[in-house]
Structure formats: C-alpha cells, structure tokens
C-alpha cells in the first residue's frame, strides 16, 4: 500500500525525486493498493498515467473513464482524481508527477502557457488515446521520461519531454465553457469536506459534521460524495481509516486494538469486520504476509 503525505492545503505532498527538480517518476500496479483502489486525492502538481498492461478505470471529479494498454490520461493540477479496478484485476501502468513550475524559467511562459491550462475549468483532465496522433505523441513522451529517468542529465531530458507535453496540450486545449462553473464551485466543496475526513478520522465523526466542513445539508453531502467519488461519505471515511491502518501494520508493532482506535474505529472486531471488506483479507494475515 502506499502512504499519503498531506501538504498544508490538505493536498498531497509529494516527495520529489530529484533534489531542487519537482519530478515525481515511477512504475505502478494496481495490486499495490488495498481492494484495487487508490485512495481519492490531489495536488499541485500535474498527473500523468501511460497504462502499459492490464487495464484501469480512472475517475476525476466523478468522471470515470476507462484506460486500456496503450491508453493514458493527464490529470490537471487541483483536480480530485484516482485510479481502480472494481474486477480486482491487474494493471501495469507508468505515473508520473511534474509540476508546472519546472517549465517557468520566465514571468511571460507562466501568463501565457501555463496559466491558461492550469486554472482552466474546462480541462480537468485530457484523456490520451492510441488511435490520436497527437494524443499518442504525449503517451510516447511518458514512456520516454521514465525511460530516461536514471540518466546523469535526467532532469534535462525530463524537462524536454515536459515541454513538448505540454506545448501539445496547449496548442489542443479546447474553448473554456463557462457551464462548467458549478462543477468546480462542487470541487471546492468537497475538498473541505474531505480535508475535514482527513484532519478528524481517528475521532467519531458524523455525517452532520462532515456536511457542515462543506457548508451544505447532510442530502447535497451525499450527492455530492456519489457525485465525485461514487461512495457514500461514510464509506469514504471507512477506507481513508483503513489506508491509515495499513501503514501501522507495515511500520509498527502495534496491536490490532490499539490501531483500530488509533484510526477511529469503535471496536477491534469491526475495524477487523471493515479491514476484511476491503482487503479480503484479517489485519493480522494481512501483516503476516508483509
């Protein structure tokens, strides 16, 4: 499973792999996370995904999409987004994170390139398809930086690639859509009230103070976590503690009662009854096969 670090914006915080270059390159499997889920986040910096084998459905700010071999997308910055497997198959896929930043070496190439497709509502994501010229160009690019990843002068070739990426989105951006207004006003509200699932989760929460984080009645609450994310709050809150729980199991020796209050379950047995759901498996095998 892997762990999630959350900046002060309650985004993910993303640990770099270059000191002083904001590249974020690895190799994924689906397996990787408990029930074939990743867990809902978002960040600053932009997404992308190149599916090399098996496939993947994907979804952003509730959109989902399906991601063959061969296929990729693109993640804005800001946008909630995750990837999943509801047949709990296998997919081989290349993620990698750059943020925008890297490609500002002047005032002007912000204003004029990069603003334009980072704060625009119309394209929370582009979607990369094999039988699309310049689409596949983009997916050939991905591979390319993480084909050149362990390179002396990675960075630079990173940041080629980077710039060819995103001269391509540019110059294929669509016309802004001013209907699109209320998704996003929708995207900011469930962003506080995830931020208060993540600031709260050992404590009893209930679906009254969730709502309330959001400022909405406890009925667009759940519409808008269907909405986005295809779960009820409550299920939401469930697999965030059990993310958070999985990393005690691999990083500590503590019992199952003392996890399961420490992630804000009631009783050892339902947090184990929960663990199960998602897993298929009990916490104790599951830290015994680790």
Known sequence: MISMELDQNKSEKVNYDYCGYPFYIRKGFLSNYANYAALNHWHDAIELIAVINGEMDYNVNGQILNLPPGSGIIINSGQMHYGFSDQKTECEYLCILLHPVALCSVPSFEQDFIQPITRSIQTPFFYLSPDCSWQKQIYDRIVSIYENRNKTSAPLWILSDFSAIWALLYENMPAEDQTKQRQNHDLVTMKQMVDFIQKNYAEKI???????????????????????????????????????????????????????????????????????????????????NL
Not at 269 to 279: C, G, L, Q, V
């Open 206 to 288: 209930t679906l009254s103070e969730i709502a309330r984080s959001g400022s909405v009645g406890k009925s667009k609450c759940c519409r808008l976590f269907y909405k986005f994310f295809s779960q009820s709050p409550n299920v939401y809150l469930n697999q965030y503690r059990i993310n958070k729980s999985i990393e005690l199991l691999k990083n500590t020796d503590m019992t199952m009662i003392e996890i399961a209050f420490s992630v804000g379950f009631g009783s050892a047995s339902y947090y184990s009854e929960t663990f199960r759901k998602w897993t298929k498996k009990s916490p104790t095998d599951f830290r015994r």
